[in-house]
Structure formats: C-alpha cells, structure tokens
C-alpha cells in the first residue's frame, strides 16, 4: 500500500507537457478542479473524461502508474460513496432496509461524487507526474509574486510547498524500509484489532519522526552551506518565459471549461 502512494513523485518523460512552462500546469490543472464541481450533469463529465484521457496519452505518462494512487483513497472512496447514498433522502425511494433507505437521487449523486474525486486525484497527481520539484517552486513562486506588495514571503512559501512535496515519496520509502525491518525482525503488523494494529505502528512511527527530523536537519544544513538567505536578491538560472506552447494550452483549457459548463 505503501508504494501505491504516488503524489510528489516526478515521472521524467519527453512529452510536450513535460515542456510546459511550470505555471501553465498549475493555472489549468486548478481550472480542470475546479470545473469538476461546476457541472452536474452527464454532458459534463463526458467532456472531463475526454479531456483528461486526452491529456494523460499527451503526457507520455503510463496509465498503469497513474491508476496505482488511487489504491490508497479507495477506503475514503468508499466512505463518500456510502455516504452520499444512505443519507440523501431526497428522490424515489430504490429500496429500503430498517433504517438505510437508498433513493434515485441518492445514487445519482454516490456515482458522480466518486466519478469526481477519481478525477480529481487523476488530474492533481498528473501535475506534480509531469513538473520537477525545482520547477514547480518557481511556477508557484512567480503566480504569488504579486502577494510580495503586501510583504508575503512568496519565497518562502514556494520553498516550502516544493519541500513538503518531495519529503512525500522520501518519507513513503523510508517507512516502507522501517515496515520491511520490523517484519524481518517478527513484528506483526497486520493481525489483531484496530487497537492492536495502532500498537503495532509505534515501533514505525518512532524511528520515521527521527528520520524525517534527521533529514530536515540535513537539509537545512545544507541549505546554510550554500549560503541560503531566502529569494531576495536571488536570479534564476532557468527564468521562466511563456512560449507559444503555453498560450495554446491556456486556450485549450478555457475551452475546455467552457464547453463543460455549457454541456
């Protein structure tokens, strides 16, 4: 379960959406988010398969690997799914048991809450698949560069966003490496009651928090090394410039939301 986990990790290919300036992707990849909870219709939704189908062929990126993060939220999937079907009361009655009664409309909405949060997960992992961690710090440190008008750190929160990203898949190898050690030692990790099974996970939780405080100490180290005093004053050795590739695939994207909306 633990190497399902894919968001963070960086798939290198040499796809033209692998070229795309880093602020592209971000811009659009929130434009398709947010478009997947403005429409409640069929018509939507078969525009949004399209498109996303579409642009995981164009990203080179094998689907296989893609589908592989949707194994860690299936648990979640299924809690929203029976959610949205048992408590909406409204609509014809399907059927009903004691006090579990599942309506037409109840269903409807269990299907597309799914369909959406399937897509949701496909269309964010898809961006960070696609983006290097160095990229995507410095498409998220120009689209906040207006907030320095008002003294944010854009910076600094860029650093971090990218730091905390790429901790992920470090952090998911390490406690897959500490899980594989305590079973080679005998541990049991999967028998017993949800209490036995927490009890179970100290024995990984204690040496993952003193790894990951050991690894941030040794970047911030690092970082003090190369003389690191924040962005002010900082150049870019790679300054990001649009292309016309980037405006088409700005174009491409408001169509897209667009004719999803009106579908």
């Known amino acids: 379960m633990i190497r399902d986990i894919?968001?963070?990790?960086?798939?290198?290919?040499?796809?033209?959406?692998?070229?795309?300036?880093?602020?592209?992707k971000i811009m659009c990849t929130l434009l398709y988010l947010i478009s997947l909870f403005l429409f409640d219709n069929i018509g939507g939704y078969i525009v949004a398969t399209?498109?996303?189908v579409s642009v995981i062929r164009m990203s080179k990126v094998p689907f296989k690997f893609i589908v592989r993060g949707l194994r860690p939220i299936i648990m979640l999937l299924m809690i929203t799914v029976l959610f949205n079907l048992?408590?909406?009361?409204?609509?014809?009655?399907?059927?009903?048991?004691?006090?579990l009664q599942v309506t037409d409309e109840g269903?409807?909405?269990?299907?597309?809450?799914?369909?959406?949060?399937?897509?949701?997960?496909?269309?964010?992992?898809?961006?960070?698949?696609?983006?290097?961690?160095?990229?995507?710090?410095?498409?998220?440190?120009?689209?906040?560069?207006?907030?320095?008008?008002?003294?944010?750190?854009?910076?600094?929160?860029a650093m971090?966003?990218?730091?905390?990203?790429?901790?992920?898949?470090?952090?998911?190898?390490?406690?897959?490496?500490?899980?594989?050690?305590?079973i080679a030692r005998g541990a049991d990790l999967e028998s017993g009651n949800i209490i036995q099974?927490?009890?179970?996970?100290?024995?990984?939780?204690?040496?993952?928090?003193?790894?990951?405080?050991?690894?941030?100490?040794?970047?911030?180290?690092?970082m003090e090394a190369r003389c690191y005093r924040g962005g002010e004053g900082r150049t870019k050795m790679k300054p990001l410039v649009y292309e016309k590739k980037d405006y088409i695939a700005y174009a491409i994207t408001i169509i897209y939301f667009l004719v999803a909306l009106s579908a």
């Open 6 to 24: 894919t968001i963070g990790q960086y798939y290198p290919a040499n796809s033209k959406l692998h070229r795309l300036d880093p602020r592209v």
């Open 50 to 52: 399209v498109f996303l």
């Open 86 to 99: 048992f408590l909406t009361k409204a609509g014809d009655v399907i059927f009903k048991v004691w006090i």
């Open 107 to 157: 269903l409807e909405t269990a299907f597309f809450m799914a369909i959406r949060l399937i897509y949701l997960i496909l269309g964010s992992s898809l961006m960070t698949f696609t983006t290097t961690p160095n990229a995507l710090t410095d498409g998220i440190e120009k689209l906040l560069w207006p907030f320095q008008k008002i003294k944010l750190p854009v910076h600094e929160i």
């Open 160 to 182: 971090m966003m990218s730091i905390a990203l790429r901790f992920i898949p470090i952090l998911l190898e390490e406690t897959d490496k500490i899980m594989k050690a305590q």
């Open 197 to 222: 099974k927490a009890k179970a996970m100290i024995p990984i939780l204690v040496p993952l928090f003193v790894s990951a405080f050991r690894r941030a100490n040794d970047l911030a180290m690092a």
